[in-house]
């Protein structure tokens, strides 16, 4: 079982800019790739970012690109979002997952952290 922890949340201006992180702790952290998910309330919950462990390769939602980045620290086992500019409609709460080993970017995501709350005010 890997445990997951988000940091990095809390309240901003739109335009503003947050960092959240995700530590990976737990079994040997061999998952294939992680990813950010957001969820607003009364939404269904959906992918903000994946990045690949083995390789560094990304992807976004079309809403985030040019405005979000995700990294990663493989020697800290631990995930990052850097979000700039953001929008009222950022306003989520942000989760961290991993997939499997044998898994993708696409998933199976199996492993969640209890999420972290991103408020943008107008």
């Known amino acids: 079982q890997v445990h997951l922890v988000e940091s990095g949340g809390g309240t901003v201006q739109a335009g503003g800019s947050l960092r959240l992180s995700c530590g990976a702790s737990g079994r040997t952290f061999n998952s294939a790739a992680m990813g950010w998910f957001r969820q607003a309330p009364g939404k269904t919950r959906e992918k903000v970012s994946s990045?690949?462990?083995?390789?560094?390769?990304?992807d976004y939602l079309e809403s985030v690109k040019g405005r979000f980045t995700i990294s990663r620290d493989s020697a800290k086992n631990t995930l990052y979002l850097q979000m700039n500019n953001l929008k009222p409609e950022d306003t989520a709460v942000y989760y961290c997952?991993?997939?499997?080993?044998?898994?993708?970017?696409?998933?199976?995501?199996?492993?969640w952290g209890q999420g972290t709350q991103v408020t943008v005010s107008s």
């Open positions: 997952a991993a997939s499997d080993p044998d898994g993708s970017m696409m998933g199976p995501y199996r492993n």
């Open positions: 990045i690949s462990w083995r390789d560094g390769a990304t």
